[in-house]
């Protein structure tokens, strides 16, 4: 087994990203790997289903953030996909054996080691294996507190899990690491880019024009849906929201971590001040969920909360689009 760092995480690929990138001699957190791999985000586009609800996104799209981190590190990686199981088990067995720690996206409903009551199809499941005996594979899932088995059958079955945002075997791993590293412009271009797309996005899915879309159909659910359907509609944002390891709010607070570490980092104290806002904001999303998820368990009060909910929607959509302003300026300011 290879002697890996295992650190657990909120969130299944910025915890994957931090403890190989850290591994291979850059000494990451949660928070700053998600931050320079620019995790923050906002999607909504209602044509694409999963479990037949509609795709709603917090953070960017699944290998984003690894990628995005290794690239502004310098770091030199290598991404498989594999049609066939046989050849992607030989892949991984072959890494192993030269010691590499092998990412792999996985589906997360087949792997044995999860509480039932957290198995659901999700296929954007990320993790690290480090190691074979026999016919059992030693996991480093970062959501974990510690490290965990996997029968070699059931990780095949979660690597060709099938639906939408199938892994396909996928593997990701560090082919080389830098010489040296710049880990503050790597968190300043992070930021401009994360502003750059919550802000100015060409697409009406994306960013803050996505929430305020979500937003105007949120409200309409009921009546388009009906209420079963609508309250199957807003538990699926909820979950997404606060469920998925997002570490809350929709990931808000992890990325108020980053600013907060980044602060320091960037030799920019205003970026303290941001963190603060942006935990604020997280609050409000907070807010949200809580009111969602009373309605979602017959508690609400009717129809009425999902205008209710919509409002503090849109007061979301007009406070991170006066953040993200804000904070384009300021890091502008570091040229």
């Known amino acids: ?85 046989a050849a992607a088990r030989a892949a991984v067995d072959h890494l192993l054996e030269q010691g590499v720690p092998v990412g792999a996206q996985t589906g997360a409903y087949w792997l044995p080691y999860f509480p039932a009551a957290l198995r659901f199809h999700f296929n954007g499941h990320n993790l ?26 059931d990780l095949e079955r979660a690597r ?15 082919k080389q690491m830098p ?24 697409i009406p899915y994306a960013g803050i024009r996505g929430m305020r879309l979500l937003a105007r159909d949120l409200e309409a659910w009921p009546a388009k849906l009906g209420e079963r359907k609508a309250s199957l509609h807003l538990g699926h944002m909820i979950r997404m929201q606060e469920e998925i390891g997002t570490g809350g709010a929709g990931f808000r607070f992890i990325y108020a971590a980053f600013l907060q570490e980044a602060a320091a980092l960037l030799a920019l104290p205003e970026l303290e001040a941001m963190a603060t806002r942006m935990t604020a904001i997280g609050d409000r999303w907070r807010e949200f969920a809580v009111l969602g998820a009373r309605q979602c368990k017959g508690r609400g009060e009717g129809s009425e909360v999902y ?5 503090i929607l849109r007061q979301c959509a007009s406070e ?15 040229g």
């Open 1 to 85: 087994m290879i002697a890996f760092p295992h650190n657990q995480s909120a969130h299944c690929e910025s915890g994957v990203t931090a403890n190989l990138l850290t591994h291979g001699g850059i000494p990451l957190s949660e928070a700053m790997a998600f931050g320079i791999g620019s995790g923050l985000f906002f999607g909504y586009v209602p044509w694409i289903k999963m479990n037949y609800l509609p795709l709603i996104t917090f953070r960017g799209a699944p290998g984003s953030i690894f990628r995005k981190a290794a690239r502004r590190l310098g770091v030199q990686v290598a991404k498989q996909k594999f049609r066939h199981p």
């Open 128 to 153: 690290v294996i480090i190691g074979r005996e026999g016919e059992t594979y030693k996991i480093s899932d970062p959501v974990f507190p510690g490290l965990v088995d996997c029968p070699a059958a």
């Open 160 to 174: 060709f899990s099938k639906g939408a945002m199938a892994p396909k075997g996928r593997i990701y791993y560090v």
């Open 179 to 202: 010489a040296r590293t710049d880990l503050a412009e790597a968190a300043a271009s992070a930021i401009r880019d994360v502003c750059k797309v919550m802000l100015n996005t060409p």
């Open 307 to 311: 205008r209710t909910l919509a409002g």
């Open 320 to 334: 991170e689009e006066l953040f993200f302003r804000d904070l384009a300026l300021l890091i502008g300011r570091k």
